[in-house]
Each structure stands twice: as structure tokens, then as C-alpha cells.
């Protein structure tokens, strides 16, 4: 792990000062909560926060609310970053969502949100927004319907299914697009699910791109 004399708020400052590598470092946010994060000093011109990637499946993805909560794998391998740092990350600046995905064939895909942002803990990691989609050519935009949901485990069901679709789906995820209970179709739990079971058809790597909002 690269050590620094300091601690940024995140790798757009790690870039600010020079630091041009691709590697994991430790950060302070704004609000004085310490965590190491993987930093993408290249896509799109670098400072983007990895905060989920997936290759070969062999990180297991059905876990529970806590586990979720705190993040879990190797962050320079297959990871969740965690909800907390998530909520932690977003509340003090606005970000751009991106999510890569290479193909089986080569072909490699994107889809961007331009406002990212989670809740707290106390609101249930809710998906509070989005923003605008954009993406690769014929990519829909699947993850809309999952906005302003609340965060889903296996032992803390918060979708709006008579499911529970974290343990349909084997994941943690911000299931189901509706706002009333029994409103949303089966087929919706697994909408959009990044952190779905692994088939091994797709690589994807989800990110957190934006510069500070006081730059």
C-alpha cells in the first residue's frame, strides 16, 4: 500500500499533488472518517474512487447487513468498498457514478450517473440519487428504477417485493424501483444487481469520478 505524509479527502487531491499511480491509499474525508480506497489515476482522466469490481467470482457477494455495512474483499482484487464509506464519500462532494464492463467478446461498455449519492446508516444506505444517465450506445438505463431505494440484505429486507430479494438474488443491493410494498415485479430484484451472483460472461469495475465541489 503507497504511504503518504498526509491524508487527502479523496484522489482527486492524491492527484492534485503529483501522485499519478493507479494503487491503494488512505484517505480522510471531510468529516474525519479514515479508509483506504483504490484509486483509478487513468480512466477519463483519473480521480476515480473504485468502490466495487468484479472478475472471476471469487469474492462471495451474499453477505449481511454488517458485512455490507463495513466492505469487504481485497481492494486491489474483487471488493465492496462498504456503506458506510459510500454514505461517507458522497455526502461531501458530488460524484459521477461510472460502471465498466468488458464483455466476454472484448467489447468494452459504460454507463455514467452525473450525481451519485447514499444515505446514512439510520436511513438505510437509501440510493438517494442518481442524476443523468449517459452510456455506450444501446445501453439502456437500468439502474433508475432502483433510485431512492433502500439498501437490501438477506437479514435486513428493506425492497418493496413480497420477496425478500436479497436472498432470491444472493446479494446486497438497492433493490426494486417502487415506493409501496408488493408494488414492483419479481423480475426488478435483479434489475440491475452488480453485486448479483457471478456467471463469469462480464468484468465490471464500479467507480466514483468527480472533482471537489470547492475546486
Not at 488512505?26 to 483504490?38: G, K
Not at 449519492?117 to 439502456?140: A, C, M, N, W
Not at 408494488?183 to 460472461?201: I, Q, V
Request: charged fraction near 25%.
Amino acid at each position: 500500500m503507497r504511504q503518504c505524509e498526509w491524508f487527502p479527502n479523496d484522489c482527486y487531491q492524491l492527484r492534485q499533488a503529483g501522485i499519478f499511480d493507479n494503487a491503494t491509499f488512505t484517505i480522510q474525508t471531510l468529516d474525519f472518517l479514515y479508509m483506504n480506497v483504490s484509486c483509478d489515476m487513468t480512466t477519463d482522466g483519473g480521480v476515480g474512487r473504485i468502490f466495487q469490481r468484479r472478475f472471476n467470482g471469487a469474492v462471495n457477494f451474499d453477505r449481511g447487513w454488517e458485512e455490507y455495512k463495513e466492505g469487504f474483499g481485497i481492494l486491489n482484487l474483487e471488493f465492496w468498498l462498504g456503506n458506510e464509506n459510500l454514505h461517507h464519500l458522497t455526502k461531501q462532494k458530488q460524484y459521477t457514478l461510472r460502471i465498466d464492463l468488458i464483455t466476454m467478446s472484448g467489447e468494452s461498455l459504460r454507463k455514467t450517473y452525473d450525481n451519485f449519492t447514499v444515505d446514512g446508516e439510520v436511513g438505510k444506505y437509501r440510493l438517494v440519487s442518481l442524476g443523468e444517465f449517459d452510456g455506450t450506445p444501446g445501453l439502456i438505463d437500468a439502474m433508475s428504477c432502483h433510485e431512492t431505494m433502500n439498501f437490501s440484505t438477506k437479514d435486513n429486507d428493506n425492497d418493496c417485493s413480497e420477496e425478500n430479494c436479497a436472498i432470491w438474488t444472493s446479494s446486497g443491493w438497492w433493490f426494486n424501483g417502487g415506493s409501496e410494498k408488493n408494488a414492483c415485479p419479481r423480475s426488478w430484484c435483479k434489475h440491475a444487481n452488480l453485486n448479483g451472483l457471478y456467471d463469469g460472461r462480464v468484468i465490471f469495475t464500479t467507480e466514483l469520478h468527480g472533482t471537489p465541489k470547492w475546486s
